[in-house]
C-alpha cells in the first residue's frame, strides 16, 4: 500500500528538513515555505495530513485551514507555532485543525499525533461508508429517467457498483457518461476514496502519460520534484477515463500493463508501485470499430469491455425529456434566482419533437438559455434558443420496443397529437386509453403511464367530478 502523503508547510527550512528525516520512512512528504506553494501542493496532490507553522513569514497559516475545509476528501490539520496561546489553539479548533502543538517540537508527539489524525481519518471514512450504505440509490439522484433504456442503465450500475470490475461507457457527446462513471463509484465501497476524471483528448501523449503514471524529480525537463500521477491520486478509489478512444500507441501499452499488473511505474522510474484502483473507461466512438481499423489495441479492448454500458442518445429517450426539462428549469431557476416558470405548450412540443445533437448537454443549456430570456410568467417557444425553436419537427416513433400497439399509441397521444396542445386534455386522453387497455386495473394503468398508484388515484378523484368521459367501472385491482 502506499505510504500516506504528509505536507509540511513552515518558512524555516530548517525545520523543514528536520521533519523530512524524522517522518519520511512513514510517509510521503511534500513541503512548502509559503501559502502559495501549500495551495498548489493541495490541488495537484491527494493530501492525507498536514503540518503548518501559524506564521510564515508575513503570512498567517490560518488561511490556510479555509483551503483545506473545502478540499473533499479533506486533509487532516495539525498546525505548529512558537507563539502558543488559548486564543490561537481556539480560533485553528474552530477553522478545522485537528491539533495545536507548540514550538520547540517534540517529533514524539509530532508522530503519536499523526498516527491518531489518520486513524480518526479513517474513521469518518468509515462512518460515511456506512451512511451511504443506508441509501443504496444516493447514487443515482444525479441521474434522471423512467424511459425503458435508462432503466436498463439503471439495472446494470446497480450491479456492476459492488464490484471492483472495470466498465466501459460508450456513448454520444453529452449522453451523461460520467455522471454514470460517478453513480457507479458513489453506489461502490469505494465511495469515500477519490473519483479521480482524466480527459485523455486534452492532453499530448506526453503529459498524458506523466499525468496517469506521475514521475520521479528530474525526469525530464522541467520535472523539479517528485509528482505523483493519477492512478496514485485515485488509490482505493476510481480512476474514471474520458475519451479513452483518444490516447496514443504507447500509452494503451503502458496501460493495458497497469490492468494486468495492478501497479504502475512513475516516468523516470524502474520501480513498480502496486496500486488498488477501479478503472471506469468512456468513448464517444466504437472501441470495436478501432479495432477494426488498427487505431486501438485488441487486447487492451477485452481489458476494458468486461462491463459494457451504452448510453442511449435522448431522442431513444423521449419519456424523459420533458422529466430533465422540469428539473433543469428547478436548477436554473434557484441559480439565477428568479421564480420557477413552466413551459407553455407550444414550448414543450418544440422539446418534445427537437432531435437533440447535443443530447442531454443541450437540453440543459437549452432549458438555461430559457430561464434566462423569459421576462413574463411562463417560458414560450421564443425564449429558446434559435435551433429549437424553428427546427422541424421529429416524427415520433410509431413501434416503441418492448410496448404493445396500444401502449405505444399512449406514446403517441402524449408526443404528437396536433389537436391537444392542452396539457390538461391530454393527461384525461392518456389516462381514459391507460384503463381501458388495463381493464380498469389502476395499478397497471399508473405503471403503463409511468406514475405512481396514489397519483393516478389522485388525479382520477379530481377529474371525475368535472370530466364525464373518464370511466367509472369498478377497480379491479
Known amino acids: 500500500m502506499p505510504k500516506p502523503i504528509l505536507l509540511v508547510v513552515d518558512d524555516e527550512k530548517p525545520t523543514r528538513d528536520v521533519l523530512r528525516m524524522a517522518l519520511e520512512d512513514s510517509y510521503d512528504i511534500y513541503t512548502a515555505s509559503s501559502l502559495a506553494q501549500a495551495k498548489a501542493l493541495l490541488d495537484m496532490e491527494p493530501v492525507d495530513l498536514v503540518l503548518t507553522d501559524l506564521r510564515l513569514g508575513g503570512e498567517n497559516g490560518m488561511d490556510l485551514l479555509d483551503s483545506i475545509a473545502k478540499k473533499d476528501p479533506q486533509p487532516v490539520c495539525i498546525v505548529m507555532t512558537a507563539y502558543g496561546s488559548v486564543d490561537s489553539a481556539v480560533e485553528a479548533m474552530r477553522r478545522g485543525a485537528y491539533h495545536f502543538v507548540t514550538k520547540p517540537l517534540n517529533l514524539d508527539e509530532i508522530e503519536l499525533l499523526l498516527m491518531r489524525a489518520l486513524k480518526t481519518r479513517s474513521l469518518e471514512s468509515a462512518n460515511k461508508q456506512l451512511k451511504a450504505s443506508l441509501h443504496p440509490d444516493k447514487g443515482l439522484d444525479k441521474l434522471l429517467g423512467k424511459s425503458q433504456v435508462m432503466e436498463r442503465v439503471f439495472q446494470i450500475i446497480r450491479q456492476v457498483a459492488p464490484s471492483k470490475t472495470t466498465v466501459l461507457i460508450e456513448g454520444e457527446s453529452g449522453t451523461g457518461k460520467e455522471l454514470v462513471a460517478h453513480a457507479i463509484h458513489s453506489l461502490s465501497p469505494r465511495v469515500n476514496r477519490p473519483f479521480v476524471v482524466?480527459?485523455?483528448?486534452?492532453?499530448?501523449?506526453?503529459?498524458l502519460e506523466s499525468e496517469l503514471f506521475g514521475h520521479e524529480k528530474g525526469a525530464f525537463t522541467g520535472a523539479i520534484q517528485k509528482r505523483i500521477g493519477r492512478f496514485e491520486e485515485a488509490e482505493g478509489g476510481t480512476l474514471f477515463l474520458d475519451e479513452i478512444g483518444e490516447i496514443d500507441a504507447s500509452t494503451q501499452v503502458k496501460l493495458l500493463r497497469v490492468l494486468s499488473e495492478r501497479s504502475i511505474e512513475r516516468v523516470g522510474s524502474n520501480t513498480p508501485v502496486p496500486i488498488d484502483v477501479?478503472?471506469?473507461?468512456?468513448?464517444?466512438?466504437s472501441l470495436k470499430k478501432l479495432v477494426a481499423n488498427g487505431t486501438f489495441r485488441e487486447d487492451l479492448f477485452f481489458r476494458l469491455n468486461v462491463v459494457k454500458i451504452d448510453m442511449p442518445p435522448l431522442r431513444?429517450?423521449?419519456?424523459?425529456?420533458?422529466?430533465?426539462?422540469?428539473?433543469?428549469?428547478?436548477?436554473?431557476?434557484?441559480?439565477?434566482?428568479?421564480?420557477?416558470?413552466?413551459?407553455?405548450?407550444?414550448?414543450?412540443?418544440?422539446?418534445?419533437?427537437?432531435?437533440?445533437?447535443?443530447?442531454?448537454?443541450?437540453?440543459?443549456?437549452?432549458i438555461e438559455h430559457g430561464v434566462v430570456m423569459s421576462?413574463?410568467?411562463?417560458?414560450?417557444?421564443?425564449?429558446?434558443?434559435?435551433?429549437i425553436s424553428s427546427s422541424p419537427p421529429l416524427v415520433a416513433p410509431n413501434n416503441i420496443t418492448n410496448q404493445t400497439e396500444e401502449t405505444s399509441s399512449i406514446t403517441h397521444i402524449q408526443l404528437v397529437q396536433p389537436d391537444c396542445l392542452n396539457l390538461l386534455s391530454l393527461e384525461r386522453k392518456a389516462i381514459r386509453m391507460a384503463l381501458q387497455i388495463t381493464g380498469n386495473n389502476r395499478t397497471a394503468a399508473a405503471k403503463l403511464l409511468g406514475i405512481s398508484r396514489r397519483t393516478l388515484q389522485r388525479k382520477l378523484a379530481d377529474d371525475f367530478e368535472e370530466t364525464p368521459d373518464l370511466p367509472h367501472a369498478p377497480n379491479r385491482d
Open 198 to 207: 482524466v480527459n485523455c483528448a486534452a492532453l499530448s501523449p506526453q503529459l
Open 278 to 285: 477501479r478503472v471506469i473507461a468512456a468513448t464517444n466512438k
Open 316 to 366: 431513444e429517450r423521449q419519456d424523459d425529456i420533458i422529466l430533465l426539462s422540469n428539473a433543469f428549469l428547478n436548477e436554473f431557476a434557484q441559480e439565477n434566482k428568479k421564480p420557477l416558470k413552466p413551459l407553455t405548450d407550444q414550448a414543450a412540443q418544440a422539446i418534445l419533437h427537437y432531435s437533440w445533437p447535443g443530447n442531454v448537454r443541450e437540453l440543459r443549456t437549452a
Open 375 to 387: 421576462n413574463s410568467n411562463f417560458i414560450d417557444l421564443q425564449h429558446l434558443p434559435p435551433s
